[in-house]
């Protein structure tokens, strides 16, 4: 019998939650230069698509579901970079509690590997914004690119609590699936396959994504300031008072909450109990 499915069909369910255990050890375990390195280009890498999603939502008119269809995928242009080109992105990095509860990563290695992560997509999404701020690019479409960075700062920073912490939660079961399958695929091609249709729907449906966040909001505050880009939205500074340091940590925080209960909770645990603790011998 030929042994080419093998490498041709995905891996089962069973096969990915192995992979998941064992990449998450090796997750969990990076020395920090390499890790902090992957974190940075991480936070970039969603800031590019970011950036992407802003040009494409602006002036998209009244076609709603169309228009948030498409700006979900260019959206998926930073995870794909992730995927393949290789980086650390916090939301995707909940799965590491997978390997955690099999007893194979210490809670110091765990908390280790998420606060790096974490704040080091934090700092590569910064830096991003301080260079889109030197580029020009708020002002291109006759401000219009700014406008929309605005707008879609200011969509998020009005969330309730619980709004943005489930919106959270959603997100990153789909961004966490993503990943999942993502270990199933055997290809570049599979796996961009296994990226594009979570992630553009969790950006088209209004979800929210810490990492995605910690540019979107910052980049918004950045074109908030410049009167030229205010004026041609026609903004007032009423509009514009929840744009500041509270209405990020407002944002972040619940939102990076949800993102870690959708991910471990919902994903890496529940298909804990059915592939590993099911299973005692794995």
């Not at 089962?12 to 050890?25: Q, S, W, Y």
Request: charged letters at 10%; a neutral charge.
């Amino acid at each position: 019998m030929s042994d080419f499915g093998k490498y041709v069909d995905a891996f089962t369910p069973a096969e990915v939650a192995e992979k998941v255990k064992t990449v998450g050890v090796d997750k969990a375990n990076m020395s920090l230069i390499p890790l902090v390195i992957l974190s940075l280009m991480a936070g970039a890498f969603i800031s590019f698509a970011a950036m992407y999603y802003t040009v494409v939502m602006t002036d998209a008119g009244a076609a709603y579901g169309m228009a948030r269809l498409l700006g979900g995928l260019v959206f998926a242009l930073g995870f794909i970079l992730v995927v393949i080109a290789g980086a650390e992105l916090f939301t995707g990095n909940t799965l590491v509690v997978m390997a955690y509860a099999k007893g194979q990563v210490s809670f110091k290695a765990l908390m280790r590997n998420w606060g790096i992560v974490y704040f080091g997509n934090l700092v590569g999404a910064l830096v991003t914004v301080y260079l889109v701020y030197l580029s020009g690019y708020l002002t291109d479409g006759n401000y219009g690119v700014g406008v929309t960075a605005i707008k879609t700062g200011l969509i998020k920073v009005d969330h309730s609590i619980t709004e943005a912490f489930v919106r959270g939660l959603l997100c990153n079961v789909l961004v966490c699936l993503s990943s999942w399958m993502v270990y199933a695929s055997r290809s570049v091609t599979d796996k961009v396959l296994a990226v594009l249709f979570p992630i553009s729907g969790f950006v088209a449906m209004g979800f929210e994504h810490s990492v995605a966040n910690m540019y979107m909001i910052p980049v918004a505050m950045i074109a908030a300031t410049d009167q030229a880009i205010v004026a041609a939205g026609h903004f007032d500074a009423a509009q514009l008072a929840t744009l500041d340091f509270a209405g990020l940590m407002g944002n972040l925080i619940p939102v990076t909450l949800g993102n870690i209960v959708g991910g471990a909770g919902f994903v890496a645990m529940t298909y804990y109990l059915v592939y590993v603790y099911a299973r005692p011998n794995r």
